[in-house]
């Protein structure tokens, strides 16, 4: 653990500020904005662009698959309210795109942001392909910077493709739910308030954290929730062998297992893995029956899991 540490410090992100103007446009279905259709929007962006733009999204249900350029940061779309406007589409992978080409599971999402400094609120990000299609992302974020605030992610496997490579998010009092593995990637993501609710019995999380990164994901202050007949929930399983999943403060009801964490049938998970607990509650909280391999922070070791300490100076 003060190897950990050591880390946290070393990896402390930039943050950037923004220009002072500020674009900003309307998306409306019935025509009163300045645009229709979501994508539009995030197309009449320039590439390269500098200058913070500010979408603001009516009611409705936008069924789209969304993609904003690597080179178009500055994004902000906050929709009039999360439960009413929905953004939302049904890939799945091993189906065939208007192309031709097969689908696969990074090409299914409903919604992927590209852009640094990408922030949503008040919005539904959903994929409606159904349980039994496998592989459908609703929202992958591979941008740096990106912040969800009151947003809702809903889907059945990978719902929730947080991150690529060196990157990190902020999400807060969101809803999230899913199948199998519904949160997944390579990011240094924070959730904060957010409600976790499964909806089959599996996984929640299936980090493919980096060895070189002190933290993967980390859940503060969350609840975690199931549909009615939920009972055998794990907590996570190592997507990559130095996944890396904290759970602080958390309140888990009687669907999360008592093992609470599992090696992906390869033994070798359990000398790699970080996961971790501080003063989890509820009937799901187990701290006896944990794996063994899973670690019970300290009061100390769990305040280096806070976002300024993870995040340095970046102001999400």
Same mark, same amino acid.
């Given at each position: 653990?003060?190897?950990?540490?050591?880390?946290?410090?070393?990896?402390?992100?930039?943050?950037?500020?923004?220009?002072?103007?500020?674009?900003?446009?309307?998306?409306?279905?019935?025509?009163?904005?300045?645009?229709?259709?979501?994508?539009?929007?995030?197309?009449?962006?320039?590439?390269?662009?500098?200058?913070?733009?500010?979408?603001?999204?009516?009611?409705?249900?936008?069924?789209?698959?969304?993609?904003?350029?690597?080179?178009?940061?500055?994004?902000?779309?906050?929709?009039?309210?999360?439960? =009413? $406007?929905?953004?939302?589409?049904?890939?799945? @992978?091993?189906?065939? /795109?208007?192309? +031709? #080409?097969?689908? !696969?599971?990074?090409?299914?999402?409903?919604?992927?942001?590209?852009?640094?400094?990408?922030?949503?609120?008040?919005?539904?990000?959903? =994929? $409606?392909?159904?349980?039994?299609?496998?592989? @459908?992302?609703?929202? /992958?974020?591979? +941008? #740096?910077?990106? !912040?969800?605030?009151?947003?809702?992610?809903?889907?059945?496997?990978?719902?929730?493709?947080?991150?690529?490579?060196?990157?990190?998010?902020?999400?807060?009092?969101?809803?999230?739910?899913?199948?199998?593995?519904?949160?997944?990637?390579?990011?240094?993501?924070?959730?904060?308030?957010?409600?976790?609710?499964?909806?089959?019995?599996?996984?929640?999380?299936?980090?493919?954290?980096?060895?070189?990164?002190?933290?993967?994901?980390?859940?503060?202050?969350?609840?975690?929730?199931?549909?009615?007949?939920?009972?055998?929930?794990?907590?996570?399983?190592?997507?990559?062998?130095?996944?890396?999943?904290?759970?602080?403060?958390?309140?888990?009801?009687?669907?999360?297992?008592?093992?609470?964490?599992?090696?992906?049938?390869?033994?070798?998970?359990?000398?790699?893995?970080?996961?971790?607990?501080?003063?989890?509650?509820?009937?799901?909280?187990?701290?006896?029956?944990?794996?063994?391999?899973?670690?019970?922070?300290?009061?100390?070791?769990?305040?280096?899991?806070?976002?300024?300490?993870?995040?340095?100076?970046?102001?999400?």
């Amino acid at each position: 653990m003060k190897q950990t540490m050591l880390l946290l410090t070393a990896f402390l992100f930039v943050g950037t500020s923004l220009p002072a103007q500020v674009v900003r446009k309307t998306v409306a279905q019935d025509g009163s904005g300045d645009y229709t259709t979501v994508q539009a929007a995030l197309d009449a962006i320039p590439l390269h662009n500098t200058v913070p733009v500010h979408i603001y999204i009516r009611k409705g249900i936008y069924k789209e698959k969304l993609h904003l350029d690597s080179t178009k940061d500055f994004v902000t779309l906050t929709g009039e309210d999360a439960q =009413n $406007t929905i953004l939302t589409y049904d890939d799945h @992978a091993g189906m065939h /795109s208007p192309t +031709g #080409d097969t689908i !696969t599971t990074y090409s299914s999402p409903s919604c992927i942001i590209h852009g640094n400094n990408f922030r949503a609120e008040e919005l539904t990000f959903a =994929n $409606t392909a159904g349980i039994s299609a496998g592989q @459908a992302v609703a929202l /992958s974020v591979k +941008g #740096d910077r990106a !912040t969800f605030i009151h947003c809702r992610m809903l889907g059945f496997q990978d719902t929730l493709l947080a991150g690529t490579f060196y990157v990190k998010q902020y999400y807060e009092d969101c809803y999230i739910e899913g199948s199998t593995d519904f949160i997944f990637g390579y990011a240094a993501a924070f959730f904060n308030r957010c409600q976790i609710n499964s909806k089959s019995n599996s996984y929640i999380t299936a980090a493919a954290t980096p060895p070189a990164y002190p933290v993967g994901y980390v859940f503060k202050d969350c609840k975690l929730t199931a549909d009615s007949g939920v009972t055998r929930v794990y907590l996570g399983r190592p997507w990559r062998p130095y996944a890396s999943v904290t759970w602080l403060h958390c309140e888990m009801r009687a669907h999360i297992l008592p093992a609470g964490w599992d090696n992906w049938r390869k033994t070798a998970n359990e000398q790699t893995a970080r996961y971790a607990e501080y003063k989890s509650k509820g009937p799901g909280a187990n701290n006896k029956g944990r794996a063994s391999w899973a670690r019970q922070l300290t009061k100390k070791e769990a305040r280096q899991f806070s976002p300024a300490k993870i995040f340095g100076d970046w102001k999400f």
